[in-house]
């Protein structure tokens, strides 16, 4: 996906420890305790511990998280990427 790119965003969350999410934008931050996403709706932060980022596809805007969750929540309008953590990484 494109930045600016408008798109559909989906969240598949399974038993707590899996989830495949759509329309992801960029990747702002993450580590074993936090997930923060920018997505086509806007920032999406996933809390929890042993957090993994197990898949990651720019072009489709795929994502996947596996870890114990603990909370899921939106915050924010929805933004064109800039860049971000992946896209300073890949240049």
Do not use: P, W
Not at 32 to 37: G, R
Not at 41 to 46: A, D, R
Not at 74 to 81: D, I, M, V
């Amino acid at each position: 996906m494109q930045a600016g790119e408008q798109g559909n965003h989906g969240l598949v969350l399974t038993n707590r420890s899996h989830a495949e999410i759509s329309g992801v934008t960029d990747v702002d931050c993450f580590n074993e305790q936090v997930v923060v996403l920018a997505t086509t709706l806007g920032t999406m932060t996933i809390s929890g511990s042993g957090l993994n980022i197990s898949h990651l596809n720019q072009e489709e805007g795929r994502l996947v998280v596996d870890g114990e969750f603990d909370a899921v929540e939106y915050s924010g309008k929805t933004r064109a990427a800039k860049g971000g953590f992946f896209g300073r990484i890949l240049r």
